[in-house]
């Protein structure tokens, strides 16, 4: 069993030593204006072919991509070579406080021709979201959390017109797998995190905002290539600059 | 003490120092669940019924652990010969994921459920109906289900669905439970028929990855989760977690509910009023094809 609570050891002395990192890099956050984190995540190679969809068996969905064949989403490269979709979000280093303030907004996930937009969402652990649909085909939304993550999943429908469901996450998982089990293609994530997050667009940037000053570490999550890290230093008020880059497999 | 022996020994120290971790984690293992052997949620309530945990420990070892495993984990012995596409693994209890709930999708179920799968077995599976036990031995079984995960430790049951009493079936019921049928679009995977081939059929897989089949009305075979009219009703409305079968509570009125139980009802190669009402009414099978109904 690869179950957290049946290894209670390594899960404490991580929680130990967060605890203490913690504490120190608390002290040592400055009070000041909120920053800013900017950047871009480029890929280093050449971008790898997205294969086409074929949603020959819905034919609603089928029609609604008759000029433009739908591919898939997994690595979505600019022609800059700026990657779409990649999740940025503080690892370490943010305050107690910081960590567990959630934003007010409340994103959308949307199911728009059989596939979803954004094919990645990224919210603050109990930052409420909706899912909705746009499609007139019946789905069903089948968010799939790993066990002992304190998240659970769940598998509901929702056919032509249905009404948002309006929920959120309970604990931070990067990231949670989101399928449809009607559309076997459709497939996207939902990235839970503590803190102030940016998810990259089409051109590979990105801005975290409301960063306090302080020392951190931001993680760039791209759900093919895995993660990579950097430390920033934010200065009270100031954009702070981190750039990324993934290389091609 | 010659060194081709002496390497001997280092060779068994290091194995044994890295077979330690290992030890002292199944170790671990067995002391938590020791420690939720005695708490609260180690109980269960049914009726006015109580199920220790402790009581079980025999029956569930003499009878459970081939299958759902010593952890709980649906890794028992004999889980393995059960590990060929479209046959049901054991549950794994340590996940607390399961089938037959009263309960919203994405909740525990109540003690109640649970006990009712035990002495009712899971159809299509190599779940058996334990229906011999008595019902102290199935509340003790079901208290001891709940000692293998974490999540009875900190989360409550869902609130049982509300199921409004049964009304008089009738065709008019019938027919527009075939359009509830056709607008949320059962037929994607149970088929138009309800034969179970609908055109996501194929494709689809449970929670772990395994290939699943929707279930085909026309073989008539009984339901994992209960046979009644209300049964069938809380089915479809709370889903069958941990596989492709969604909740549909959301957009299915209570009323509409029921109109959709006597229409599956008429799928089925049983004799009920129902089946003898939808003759007269000479329905057809949905069109697939049609413009999507229009809400």
Not at chain 1, 209 to 225: L, R
Not at chain 2, 36 to 55: E, F, K, Q, R, V
Request: glycine share 8%.
């Amino acid at each position: 069993m690869k179950t957290w609570y049946k290894r209670p050891f390594p899960v404490l002395s991580a929680l130990v030593i967060a605890a203490v990192v913690f504490a120190m890099v608390g002290e040592k956050v400055k009070a000041g204006g909120e920053g800013t984190i900017t950047g871009t995540v480029k890929l280093n190679g050449t971008a790898p072919h997205m294969k086409g969809i074929d949603m020959s068996k819905d034919p609603v969905c089928s029609q609604q991509h008759q000029s433009k064949p739908a591919t898939m989403e997994n690595i979505m490269v600019g022609a800059n070579g700026g990657i779409q979709n990649v999740v940025l979000y503080i690892s370490d280093g943010l305050s107690a406080g910081a960590a567990s303030a959630v934003p007010s907004e409340e994103p959308s996930f949307d199911q728009k021709g059989c596939m979803y937009t954004p094919h990645v969402m990224a919210v603050d652990v109990n930052q409420k979201f909706k899912v909705v649909t746009s499609d007139q085909t019946t789905h069903n939304i089948h968010p799939l959390p790993a066990a002992g993550t304190g998240n659970i999943g769940w598998n509901k429908s929702q056919p032509p017109g249905a009404p948002p469901i309006e929920t959120d996450w309970k604990a931070q998982e990067i990231a949670i797998p989101v399928k449809c089990n009607i559309h076997p293609w459709m497939h996207g994530w939902h990235v839970v995190v503590k803190g102030p997050y940016a998810v990259t667009d089409e051109n590979g940037n990105f801005t975290i905002k409301n960063v306090p000053a302080g020392s951190y570490t931001v993680t760039a999550w791209q759900e093919e290539y895995g993660t990579q890290t950097a430390k920033v230093t934010v200065a009270g008020g100031q954009a702070a600059k981190a750039d990324f880059t993934f290389k091609a497999k | 003490m010659n060194s081709r022996l002496l390497r001997l020994t280092n060779a068994a120290v290091i194995v044994g120092f890295l077979a330690l971790p290992a030890l002292v984690q199944a170790q671990i293992s067995e002391y938590q669940e020791k420690q939720w052997l005695d708490t609260p949620a180690a109980t269960s309530h049914i009726g006015n019924l109580t199920g220790n945990a402790h009581a079980a420990t025999e029956p569930y070892r003499r009878y459970c652990t081939v299958c759902h495993g010593e952890l709980g984990d649906g890794n028992g012995e004999s889980a393995y010969w059960f590990d060929t596409p479209l046959f049901f693994k054991p549950r794994d209890f340590t996940t607390a994921v399961f089938k037959c709930r009263s309960t919203p999708t994405g909740t525990l179920p109540t003690d109640e459920d649970i006990y009712d799968s035990i002495g009712r077995g899971l159809d299509r599976s190599n779940m058996p109906p334990w229906n011999t036990f008595s019902a102290q031995m199935r509340a003790d079984l079901v208290a001891w289900i709940k000692h293998y995960s974490p999540r009875w430790q900190t989360e409550k049951p869902g609130e049982p669905i509300v199921i409004p009493p049964e009304p008089e079936v009738t065709a008019e019921r019938i027919k527009a439970g075939q359009d509830v049928f056709n607008r949320v679009q059962c037929w994607k995977c149970h088929g138009v028929e309800g034969r179970g081939n609908g055109p996501s059929a194929s494709t689809l897989q449970d929670d772990q990855g395994r290939p699943i089949l929707p279930y085909n009305f026309a073989e008539g075979g009984r339901f994992k989760c209960g046979t009644s009219d209300a049964d069938l009703y809380k089915i479809f409305m709370t889903g069958l977690d941990g596989t492709p079968m969604p909740s549909f509570s959301d957009n299915i009125k209570p009323e509409e509910a029921w109109d959709l139980v006597f229409f599956l009802r008429t799928l089925q190669p049983f004799h009920t009023k129902a089946k003898e009402l939808a003759k007269g009414l000479n329905l057809k099978p949905i069109n697939p094809n049609a413009p999507p109904p229009s809400q």
